[in-house]
């Protein structure tokens, strides 16, 4: 194998072997491919020290986003298990708020497959338990909820753009 082939297809190219700081940038890059191809637009802030990871804008409405993602199940689970809290090193839990995200979106690996929490949903939750297609989980509703992220329009909003349409 040349040098260039090394450089591609090492030990990196596996998940397992990635640090939890790489498996993120990953679930991140992989967010903003999705989210790109729904149609919303992503920026990232060049400020670490927001609770966001992304702004993503859908028409005139920007919301903030959270991602966390995970790569594995244990052997004996039938669930992936997302932490939902900041950090993971203090004793006391510090919850995502809704003041500071409008979303949480969580990314299952193995499964390729997203699930989008309004911030409301997550704020007092240290984790969320997720089982793909499972009909008895609370959670199967916001599996590929995507829609929640299309803003609503109020009728005077909604007045508005139908008249601006008609002219």
């Known amino acids: 194998m040349s040098p260039r082939e090394e450089f591609f297809f090492n030990e990196t190219s596996d998940p397992a072997k990635l640090n939890n700081r790489q498996r993120g940038h990953l679930a991140e890059l992989a967010f903003m491919r999705k989210a790109a191809s729904l149609g919303l637009s992503v920026a990232k802030p060049w400020n670490e020290g927001e609770r966001y990871d992304f702004i993503a804008r859908v028409e005139n409405v920007c919301w903030r986003v959270q991602v966390k993602s995970a790569w594995f199940k244990a ?93």
């Not at 969580?106 to 007092?124: I, K, N, Q, R």
């Not at 005077?156 to 349409?165: P, Q, R, S, V």
């Open 75 to 167: 052997p004996s689970r039938t669930h992936y298990r997302i932490k939902t809290i900041v950090g993971g090193g203090s004793r006391k839990p510090v919850f995502y708020s809704a003041n500071e995200i409008d979303f949480l979106v969580a990314y299952l690996h193995l499964e390729d497959v997203w699930y989008v929490f309004p911030a409301s949903f997550v704020e007092c939750r240290q984790s969320l338990c997720l089982v793909p297609g499972s009909k008895r989980s609370v959670y199967e509703p916001y599996c590929e909820a995507w829609k929640l992220m299309k803003p609503v329009l109020d009728e005077t909003a909604l007045a508005a753009k139908e008249h601006a349409a008609g002219e």
